[in-house]
Every structure is written in structure tokens, then in C-alpha cells.
């Protein structure tokens, strides 16, 4: 078998035709929907980009143990496995954060890989003295800070190295991918992952996408958002807005590129194509931009799937209700190989439910470690948050002790303890590194502080928007009740209970 998995990063569900979207035309992710099988109940597991990787890899959640952070040396990965049996594997990417201190150990997995620069803050071109009074007349100061200059400056400056489309990361991981198929369609037994930080902030792309969604702006550059309230006015935010669709359209066009290779030399009876992402972005809905700070609404955790298997093209254009999640996809690419899965998998292999809309699990949880606890059932969603999200008691647990950018500092270092095994650390006993010990770093998220907290319900069917929490104390303890069954089948910590407020729930 061949399979390619196609990752967009931060690809919203909701711009999507085949789900619903109107404000970005998608033809082509359209196009490969009627001939795939499309899951309407797809979401997250752990949050947000690293953690979401971990998840996919191991197939199963990681948020209750440590925050973001790089592979464990137990961990298990769907990709090495498949490399021990003989199936080639080969990434290509051009995620910086693999190759940050909180990244390291996934892509070394594969069989080979190729890591396409300049995306986001990437350090790649080489400026001693950056043209700050440039940077200052283009890129608007709340995107861009000159004055105090932090990572975003050397995106400003990879810009000037992305001159023409073909100079995009994202071109260029497309045209990778078509080499790599060049040389490797008539074999057999490979795995690619095709993975692309578009549409991501910062939403920068060729000048013919975002001319098709512009509204007239001519201020300033706004394509970076910070994780904050919206603030901006109806025009600054439609630009913002405007950029995201810019990128959409680029990555449905590129994807288009890949539907017709596959067409033109008669892939789709041999080789299976997964469509998807790590989690979405709020843009501007709920007063927000971004993601992890504030709950995790539905255009954040509610994400597209859509799987073209060649045994199942009975099944084109059919949907799936089943409630799926992405520690799914690990034991689904170990089986469609036919391969084992391991014991310590929690996710479900969803072959069986591409030929049939058939149920695999009550629920899904999902989350970002020491923030709140999503769960939903497919109709209704809770967010429970901890009754104090910065008090002590909160233990990370890792072999690999190391932040997004940075390894933990000495102050966290010195609260090391062993601690004995979890349940998929195959026998290892792990170090235990207090949650808190580097203050004023908020727990467990690298990014900022959380903010619009407390604990909510919503109804997903009758107000998919998320308008109005409301109150149903039998969906209240039914979802409480799936919370703790899928906290156990996690080995969770038992400090974690108590820190949440959960010790005396149902």
C-alpha cells in the first residue's frame, strides 16, 4: 500500500465547501471529498502544535502528563514502527518547531525527510543589521515590534528571500512532494507525510491569492495576529480575515496540483490519501484571535478529515457521524499498512468505518496541559477549568525535559524526583519536574496565560456557533462521566484529579 497524508496546519473545518464554508472558494479540497469519505465529528486531542504531533504519532493523548515538548525516548510512533517493517517513510515539512528544543524527535523517525525553510520565525537568512526603518514603513507595530524586536522580526526578514510563488514554503513543499513521486510512484510499501504550516500564522501569500479575497486595505501589513481579544477595527480585521483566505486558497490550489498527479498517472487504485490538520484558529469569532488561551470553541477543536482509500471508492462522497479524534489516525495508517497496534494505543483504527458509518467511541477529550478539559459527545461539548488555573500541585512528567523553544530552566530542574512507571512508558520510570517551579511561566503553556475562564456547556447541534452556554444537568453528568472513564484509560496522574477539582466528580 502507499498512503499520503496531507497535514495542513491551522486549517479551519469552516472555510472548507465540503463543510459548509462560503467565505474561501475550495475546489479542490471539494473535489477530493466526492471522492473520499468525509467525517463531520473530527477533533483535537492534545493542544497545540507539538503535542498535537505527539498524539499523532503515539495514538494517544499526552496533555495530562507534560506540556509541549519534544518525542519521548519510550514513546512508540507509528512511523518508526513502519520503518522496522520495511515500509519506507519520508516527511517533508517546513514546521520549525521540529527543529526547536520542544520539537526534536519526531522527524528523525522517519526514513528520510525533507525540511523546507523559512517559514514563521525560522532563523534563515542571515542579517546582521535588519532594515528596521523598512520593517517599520511596511509591517504594521502591533504585528511587528521594531522597538523591542522579538522572533517575528526574522520572518520580516525571510521576506526577502520570497520574491516570486515558487519561493513560498509552501510551493516548495509541493514541489518536494512531486519529486519524491517521481522517483517512488511505482513502488510499493511507502508512507509520505506531506506536511504544510500553511495556512498558519503569519497568513503570507502570493500577491494573486490575496487579491482574490482583498477588501481594499492599504494600510500596514497585518498578517500575524497575537494571541489576544480582538481589538482591531471592522476593516483591520477583515484584512486579517482576508490574508487567512489568501492562504486557504493557495493550499487548495497546491492541493489540486496533487489530485492531478494522482489522476494523471492512475494513483487512486493503489494509494490511500488522508486529508487534515492539527487544530483550527479562531478568527475574530468569540472576541479572540488564535488558540490555547481561551476555551477550545469548535473553530478550534472541531476539524476536518477526509480519507480516499483505494478498497473503499464504493464510498466516495459518503459521510461519516461517527466521532473520531486525531489519535485515530495512528492506528488507521498502522492497519491500512497491516501492521500491529500497539497495546498502549487508546485511538481507534477507522478502516472498518470507511466502509460503514459505524460508531467507535461514546466521546472524545481533549486539551492543552493545565488548561481546561474539553469533552463532547458529538452533540454536547463542556470546558472544565481547574478552580484556580495557577495554583501548585500540577507535576510534569517527562525524560525529555524541554519547553517549546527552550530546555527547562534550572529553577524547574532542581525540583527533579523519579517517579515510577505510567502504564506506556514500557517500564521506564519517568522524572517529575514541578508545573510551576518557573514562575511567573504560566503552567504548561508556552505561549501566555489562559484568559476568558470558567467552566461552560454548550449544545453543538442546537447552537453550532457556541452563542450561548447553557445548562443540562443530564448531559452535564454523562459528559463528567466520560471525562473520568477517558482520564483512567490515560494513566492519568493522580495529582491531576485534585488539581482540577475532579476527586468527588460522579
Known amino acids: 500500500m502507499k498512503t499520503i497524508f496531507v497535514l495542513f496546519d491551522s486549517l479551519n473545518r469552516t472555510t472548507l465547501g465540503a463543510y459548509g464554508g462560503k467565505s474561501v472558494k475550495t475546489p479542490n479540497f471539494d473535489r477530493f471529498a466526492e471522492r473520499a ?12 502544535c507539538m503535542p498535537a504531533r505527539r498524539d499523532l504519532h503515539t495514538g494517544r493523548l499526552n496533555f495530562m502528563h507534560r506540556s509541549w515538548g519534544p518525542m519521548e525516548p519510550y514513546d512508540n510512533s507509528f512511523v518508526q514502527q513502519m520503518k522496522k517493517a520495511g515500509i519506507y517513510t519520508h516527511l517533508i515539512s517546513d514546521h520549525l518547531h521540529y527543529f526547536e528544543d520542544g520539537g526534536h524527535g519526531f522527524h528523525t523517525k522517519f526514513s528520510s525527510y525533507d525540511y523546507i525553510r523559512g517559514q514563521e520565525y525560522d532563523p534563515w537568512v542571515a542579517l546582521v543589521k535588519p532594515p528596521l526603518d523598512r520593517i517599520r514603513e511596511q509591517f504594521d507595530e502591533r504585528h511587528y515590534n521594531t522597538v523591542k524586536p522579538d522572533k517575528r522580526l526574522q520572518h ?56 482574490q479575497y482583498s477588501e481594499g486595505y492599504d494600510g500596514k501589513v497585518l498578517d500575524w495576529p497575537h494571541y489576544e481579544r480582538v481589538a482591531e477595527n471592522p476593516e483591520e480585521i477583515a484584512e486579517i480575515r482576508a490574508n487567512y483566505a489568501a492562504l486557504v486558497a493557495m493550499c487548495d490550489e497546491y492541493f489540486g496540483r496533487l489530485l492531478d498527479y494522482m489522476d494523471e498517472h492512475d494513483m487512486w487504485k493503489d494509494t490511500c490519501i488522508v486529508l487534515s490538520t492539527d487544530h483550527g484558529f479562531l478568527l475574530s469569532e468569540h472576541g479572540w484571535w488564535g488558540k490555547a488561551r481561551m476555551p477550545y470553541y469548535e473553530e478550534i477543536s472541531h476539524i476536518p478529515l477526509i480519507i480516499h482509500h483505494p478498497d473503499h471508492q464504493g464510498e466516495a462522497g459518503t459521510r461519516r457521524e461517527a466521532l473520531t479524534q486525531t489519535i485515530d489516525l495512528m492506528p488507521t495508517f498502522l492497519a491500512i499498512h497491516g501492521l500491529e497496534i500497539p497495546p498502549e494505543v487508546r485511538g481507534h483504527n477507522l478502516l472498518p468505518v470507511l466502509a460503514r458509518d459505524e460508531k467507535v467511541r461514546d466521546s472524545a477529550i481533549f486539551g492543552l496541559f493545565s488548561g481546561p478539559l474539553g469533552v463532547t459527545d458529538g452533540e454536547w461539548v463542556l470546558y472544565h477549568y481547574p478552580p484556580d488555573i495557577h495554583r501548585e500541585g500540577l507535576v510534569e ?49 508556552d505561549l501566555k496565560s489562559f484568559d476568558d475562564l470558567g467552566t461552560r456547556l454548550y449544545n453543538v447541534i442546537e447552537d453550532p456557533l457556541q452563542n450561548s452556554p447553557t445548562e443540562n444537568p443530564c448531559a452535564l453528568k454523562n459528559l463528567y462521566a466520560q471525562l473520568m472513564a477517558h482520564l483512567k484509560a490515560h494513566d492519568t496522574p493522580v495529582e491531576v484529579y485534585g488539581w482540577y477539582g475532579l476527586e468527588n466528580t460522579y
Open 397 to 445: 512528567y517527562t525524560l525529555a525535559p524541554a519547553h517549546m523553544t527552550m530546555p527547562f530552566g534550572i529553577d524547574e530542574l532542581k525540583t527533579a524526583r523519579l517517579a515510577p512507571p505510567f502504564d506506556f512508558t514500557q517500564g521506564v520510570p519517568l522524572v517529575a519536574f514541578d508545573a510551576l517551579a518557573a514562575a511567573p511561566r504560566p503552567p504548561g503553556n
Open 37 to 48: 469519505v468525509t467525517f463531520d465529528r473530527h477533533y483535537v486531542g492534545s493542544l497545540p
Open 156 to 211: 520580516s526578514v525571510n521576506r526577502t528571500e520570497i520574491i516570486d510563488e515558487a519561493d513560498f514554503p509552501g510551493p516548495r513543499c509541493f514541489s518536494s512532494a512531486f519529486k519524491f513521486l517521481d522517483r517512488n510512484r511505482a513502488a510499493d510499501d511507502w508512507f509520505l507525510m506531506l506536511e504544510c504550516f500553511d495556512p498558519h500564522e503569519p497568513f503570507h501569500a502570493p500577491d494573486r491569492f490575496k487579491k
